[in-house]
Each structure stands twice: as structure tokens, then as C-alpha cells.
């Protein structure tokens, strides 16, 4: 008999389990949650999702949160493409240094940015704006980007660049008409990777902002109120920051395996 | 349509950092006619595509200058050269369909509609691309798409010239044959100067007029396929074109005439005795005899190719191939070979040494 599928599907089920735990208690009240442990919620309630959907501290928290990491990938994939193309095409004395350069700023922890960061922020009147979280973002999301553009762009021939030429198109116009839809899978990719880690943020994100532009998961932080822990409300809110992920996920998905063949996520 | 002229033209990519530059072309004067069919041969590395990048201006040389009709055009952009270019491994927009592939070119220099569409299924109609106009262009074949890139070099009727860098490498060998002679035929229907970069002796001399050799970054001659097979300027040219290759043999001279290995030969022509540098002299395997006294020689080797033999025979340290009729038997004892004084050339520091008295 072929057991091959038991592994995998153990797998499977020891990541779910978590999810589904979150899931679940989204649907119970804190009461239950406190009471002891149940598979099912006993008595199911759609109170918490309602909460969050009426209450404006609640539901800002998302409309921050999306604001400032759609203004981050925004400004990463735009930064990112001519300096991607600069990479791949050109030779210029120290590239390959520079390049590796980019990366180096992954590796250090968001922890360290976080102080100069909230001075500066400060400084120029940007505390607590929506710019402020997307342009710290930026630290890390434009190296990302750039890493990931210039392995889609090298896999295109220098020779679709010439025959543009040839065939009259200035710069300008071949890289917005020609290039960029050549590479529309790589841009998808690098917009993904853009959206995740600038929404997963946290500590940075929270830094910068104290309530115009507060994110979600500073919201999340602050479960203990008066009426004490509020844990169904924590995880309808944690429930619902899957989802965004999982629509960007569902579009590029037949281009991040591309992106992994590369090498490049 | 426009004479094509390289005047002292030089060219060097960027080196490393801290390293003098290696020139890839090194001091070219060429004038391409108006109207011709070249070919430009030579091994991988050579230069060839460099200087077509020159003519399209996708490369500034670092030296010298280029002519359109004695328009200076050295510093013109890509664009604005008119020039059509297929390089060697296909490249399509592969966001588009094949019609709109072939069409952009035209579309960029503003040509009516109507007469777009005309061209582009009179060029489609040539490559056998008609049924696949409304294709994308990403779903084609690597042949496919090179017809493609070979269609959208011919569509544009305005041009200076067309250039072609090895455009058939990765074309099936039977459709080889067919394009070449469409390429061929095109030439004489459109005149437009052609320059067909390969490094396969076959396509080169079947394809131009004139052949342009190539070799370190140098034009060692340029001729008609007879006199670089006749006539090799160059020992590089002797060996480089012919199968196999002209015999390049170390000699001497003596009153004008060389010598090979203790037997004096005849060269046909009498040279300038006092010659310095190294001297050899070339004989094509088509010029070599089996004959009762000559160069005593040891045959190693004989490969029987059909209609003729290459018979590979050693003298000391030198090896010599010749060709030998089907018909022609092959000594057994003690071969002797003599060379035709008529087709004998003598090369001093690889260049031919011509007759003294011309």
C-alpha cells in the first residue's frame, strides 16, 4: 500500500493547526476562550468581527497599515527598476561591491534603525505619518527589490534592449513600452515580497507612528482594557491580517517559483 | 541606402580597473559599397561583432570614425542610423503577437496602416510565418522565433543595411539551406547592403560577393570566395578557408626560390632574397602529386571522403595533408610528393611575400 500522502499531510496539518486555533477563536467569545480548551466554538458569536468592523480604532488600524505599505511598494519597485536595470546592464567600477552592499542592509535588525529613525522622523515633522513608516520601510524593501528585479532582468538578452534601438525606440520609451512588460512577473514578485515584509513589520512601524497613522498590529498590542483580555477581538484581528497576504500571494503564484528558480527570493 | 566607410577605426571594451585596454579591433579601414553582399569571417572572439555593433551604433568606437555617404556618423544613436540588425540568438517582444512583431518597426516610423499590414504578410509569406500572424510571439519555437527577428531585420524597405550576426545558428540545418537562399535572392530583389557575420567557411562563401576575413581583431583580406582561395594574403586566410586548410610549412630561400626541407622548390615567382622573418610557404592539399621524385614522404593517415581522399603524410617534423582522387591509387613504397609551382605562395611573418619584379 502507498503511504507516501501520510507524511506530507502530518506536515500539513501541524502548520494548519495553529491557523485553525486562531480561527476558531475568532468565533468565540473571551469567556469561552478562558474557560478551557474546545475544538469547536460552543457558542458561536460573529461579535468580534463586528467590533472590529464598527469601531474606528479597530478598523483604521488596517486602513494605516494598507496606506503605508502601499505607499512602501510603491516607492520600492519604482526606485528599485532603474536601479535594478543599472545592475544587470552596466559596468561600472565597484558594482558587484555596491551590490552586495544592498543586501548587507538586511542584516541588521530594524531594532537598531528605530531610534535614529524616530529622531529624524521628528525632526522633519513626518512623526506619525503614513510616508514616515513607508519611507523607513524602504531601508530594507529597495535592497530586497533591487536583488530580485536584477535576476529577472539578466535573464532577459541584452539583445531585446539593441533591437529596440534598432528598431527606433529611444530609452525611455523601450523601457516603459518594451521592458517593463517584459518583466511584469519579476515586478509581481518584488511588489509581493515589498507588501509582506513591510506588513509584517512591526517594530518600526509602531515607533513612528501614535494615532493618525497607527498600524494594526500596534492596535493588536493593546488587548488588556478595562473589561480585561479581549481575546476573541485578538484573534478575529490577528484572522483577518492573513488575508491581504493571501490575495497579493494568490496573483504572483506562478511567478515566485520562477523568482526561486532564480535563485533571487 | 548609403556607402558604408571605417576610417582608422579602433575599438577597446573598458578593461578592469588598473589594467591597459585590449583593443578588440585594432585599426579598421573598410568601405562597404553600396548594394553589396558581405560576409564577415572569422574564429569566435575575432571582432565580428564589434564592428557590426560600430556600424549600428550600439558601440562608439574608441577610435576613428564611421561614414554614411560621407556623412560623419560616429556619434549618431542607434535610432537614428537606420539600420537593421538579427543577432544570433532570437529576440521578440514577446508581449506582442507576430504581426505586431513584425509591424514595429514600421509602426515607429509612422507608416500608414495599409501599407503595414502589406509588408508585413508579403515578409511573413517569405518565412512561411503566414499562419502564425496571430500567434503571441512567446509560444513560438526557438526557430520560429528566429524567423521572427529575421523577419522584422527585412521589413523595413528604408534601410542602409541589414546586418546579421550568425542569424542561423539556431535554425534546423535543412531550413538553413532554404533561408540562405531566400536572404540570397532578397539581396538581388532589394539591393540593400548586406553584411552576414558567421564563422562557417559554407555560409560565408555562398552567401557574399565579397568575403571580409577577420582574424585578432584585424581585416586580413577582403575578395571574392576565388581569391581567398586562390590568392590568401594571410596564412591565416590559407588556413582558415578550404577543407582542409592550406599546409603552412617552415622554409628557406635560396636565389629567390624556396626550400623546404633540403629540396629546393619552385614558386612560380622569383621574391627578394634578403627577406627577414619567419618564412613558410603555403600550398593548398588540392596542389600536392604523388610523383616519381619529390619530398620523400611517410604516409600516416587516409581518409576517404567519398569522391576524394585526404591522404595526411609526415616530412620530419611536418605534417602535410593532400588530396588524392578517388580514382588515384596511393603509393605503397616509398611515396614522393611534389608541389604545383603555379599555386606554391611564400608568407614572411605570416603576410605573402609577392614577386619581386611585379
Not at chain 2, 578593461?15 to 585596454?21: F, L, S, V
Not at chain 2, 530583389?189 to 557575420?197: F, R
Amino acid at each position: 500500500m502507498n503511504k507516501k500522502w501520510i507524511l506530507p499531510t502530518l506536515y500539513i496539518l501541524f502548520l494548519m493547526l495553529p491557523i485553525y486555533g486562531l480561527l476558531s477563536m475568532s468565533f468565540k467569545t473571551t469567556n469561552e476562550i478562558l474557560g478551557g480548551f474546545s475544538f469547536f466554538p460552543q457558542q458561536f458569536t460573529l461579535a468580534n468581527y463586528t467590533k472590529i468592523f464598527t469601531d474606528p480604532t479597530w478598523y483604521n488600524g488596517y486602513i494605516n497599515s494598507l496606506i503605508y505599505v502601499c505607499i512602501n511598494t510603491l516607492i520600492s519597485v519604482s526606485v528599485a527598476l532603474p536601479a535594478a536595470y543599472a545592475f544587470s546592464r552596466y559596468r561600472f567600477l565597484g558594482d558587484k561591491h555596491l551590490f552586495f552592499w544592498l543586501l548587507t542592509n538586511r542584516m541588521a535588525p530594524p531594532a537598531v534603525f528605530a531610534l535614529p529613525f524616530f529622531q529624524l522622523y521628528s525632526a522633519i515633522e513626518l512623526f506619525d505619518t503614513h510616508l514616515a513608516v513607508a519611507l523607513a520601510h524602504c531601508l530594507f524593501n529597495i535592497p530586497l527589490a533591487v536583488w530580485i528585479l536584477e535576476g529577472f532582468m539578466s535573464g532577459i538578452p541584452k539583445e531585446l534592449d539593441e533591437t529596440a534601438y534598432l528598431d527606433g525606440y529611444s530609452f525611455p520609451r523601450f523601457f516603459i513600452r518594451i521592458f517593463i512588460p517584459t518583466i511584469a512577473a519579476g515586478i509581481g514578485v518584488a511588489a509581493f515580497f515589498c507588501f509582506m515584509y513591510s506588513w509584517v513589520e512591526l517594530l518600526l512601524a509602531k515607533t513612528l507612528t501614535s494615532v493618525d497613522a497607527k498600524p494594526i498590529a500596534a492596535t493588536m498590542t493593546r488587548t488588556a482594557s478595562t473589561s480585561g483580555y479581549e481575546l476573541g477581538l485578538l484573534a478575529a484581528a490577528g484572522s483577518l491580517t492573513i488575508i491581504p497576504g493571501a490575495i497579493v500571494i494568490y496573483f504572483v503564484r506562478n511567478y515566485i517559483a520562477k523568482g526561486f528558480a532564480l535563485g533571487r527570493v | 541606402m548609403s556607402r558604408i566607410e571605417f576610417r582608422d577605426v579602433r575599438h577597446a571594451y573598458p578593461p578592469p580597473p588598473g589594467q591597459a585596454p585590449v583593443y578588440a579591433l585594432k585599426e579598421v579601414s573598410q568601405v562597404w559599397e553600396d548594394g553589396g553582399a558581405y560576409a564577415l569571417l572569422g574564429p569566435s572572439g575575432c571582432g565580428k561583432t564589434t564592428l557590426l555593433n560600430i556600424i549600428s551604433g550600439l558601440l562608439t568606437p574608441s577610435e576613428g570614425s564611421i561614414r554614411f555617404d560621407e556623412r560623419d556618423v560616429t556619434g549618431l544613436p542607434t535610432s537614428e542610423r537606420q539600420i537593421a540588425q538579427v543577432f544570433q540568438f532570437p529576440v521578440v517582444y514577446d508581449t506582442m503577437s507576430v504581426f505586431d512583431n513584425l509591424a514595429f518597426p514600421l509602426r515607429n516610423r509612422g507608416m500608414p496602416e495599409s501599407r503595414v499590414s502589406q509588408r508585413v504578410t508579403e515578409i511573413a509569406e517569405m518565412l512561411d510565418l503566414s499562419e502564425r500572424l496571430g500567434q503571441r510571439a512567446s509560444g513560438l519555437t526557438a526557430d520560429g522565433k528566429q524567423k521572427i527577428s529575421l523577419g522584422r531585420g527585412l521589413v523595413r524597405e528604408d534601410v542602409n543595411a541589414i546586418l546579421f550576426d550568425e542569424p542561423l545558428t539556431v535554425i534546423d540545418p535543412h531550413l538553413k539551406w532554404q533561408l540562405r537562399s531566400k536572404l540570397k535572392e532578397l539581396h538581388q530583389q532589394i539591393g540593400v547592403t548586406m553584411i552576414y557575420v558567421t564563422h562557417d567557411q559554407v555560409e560565408a562563401l555562398t552567401f557574399a560577393d565579397k568575403v571580409v576575413v577577420m582574424h585578432d581583431g584585424g581585416v586580413v583580406q577582403v575578395g571574392s570566395p576565388v581569391e581567398l582561395f586562390n590568392r590568401p594574403r594571410h596564412t591565416f586566410v590559407g588556413y582558415f578557408i578550404g577543407s582542409p586548410g592550406m599546409n603552412i610549412l617552415p622554409c628557406s630561400l635560396d636565389r629567390g626560390q624556396p626550400v623546404f626541407a633540403n629540396n629546393l622548390l619552385s614558386s612560380g615567382y622569383p621574391v627578394d632574397t634578403d627577406l627577414s622573418g619567419k618564412l613558410e610557404i603555403g600550398i593548398r592539399p588540392e596542389f600536392i602529386r604523388f610523383s616519381d621524385d619529390g619530398i620523400a614522404v611517410e604516409i600516416q593517415k587516409v581518409e576517404d571522403l567519398g569522391r576524394y581522399q585526404v591522404v595526411t603524410v609526415r616530412h620530419e617534423s611536418s605534417q602535410i595533408k593532400m588530396l588524392v582522387g578517388e580514382d588515384q591509387a596511393i603509393p605503397s613504397e616509398d611515396p614522393k610528393i611534389s608541389f604545383d609551382p603555379d599555386n606554391l605562395r611564400i608568407y614572411c611573418d605570416d603576410w605573402v611575400v609577392e614577386s619581386a619584379h611585379a
